[in-house]
């Protein structure tokens, strides 16, 4: 069974940084495009960045020059690096995956359980 463990989330004064991990792990083939998404209290969940697995990225427009995404296939992991936090960054961050698993043979969409961002002082 696949699973996406996130780490790095926490309590950050605004200007601060903080860097989350996602691993997957499981019975992996192979792993398509991998992403973060944010949810704030009382609002959708949004797509705040993704990377392909040709190492493509993309970001919403409110984390450009601040946030970025990138990926090591060899450790199955994906990074997010936040810089110059604000408040409106406090959400649940979650990691997601398209990922081939080697028990049913397709692509499917995994989520990571989410995990907590403050931006505080």
């Known amino acids: 069974q696949v699973q996406l463990v996130e780490s790095g989330g926490g309590l950050v004064q605004p200007g601060g940084s903080l860097r989350l991990s996602c691993t997957a792990s499981?019975?992996?083939?192979?792993?398509?495009?991998m992403g973060w998404y944010r949810q704030a209290p009382g609002k959708q969940r949004e797509l705040v960045a993704g990377i392909a697995s040709s190492g493509s990225t993309d970001y919403v427009d409110s984390v450009k020059d601040r946030f970025t995404i990138s990926r090591d296939n060899a450790k199955n992991t994906v990074y997010l690096q936040m810089n110059s936090l604000k408040p409106e960054d406090t959400a649940v961050y979650y990691c997601n995956a398209l990922i081939r698993d080697r028990r049913r043979n397709q692509v499917d969409n995994y989520w990571g359980q989410g995990t907590h961002i403050t931006v505080s002082s």
């Open positions: 499981g019975s992996i083939v192979s792993i398509n495009g």
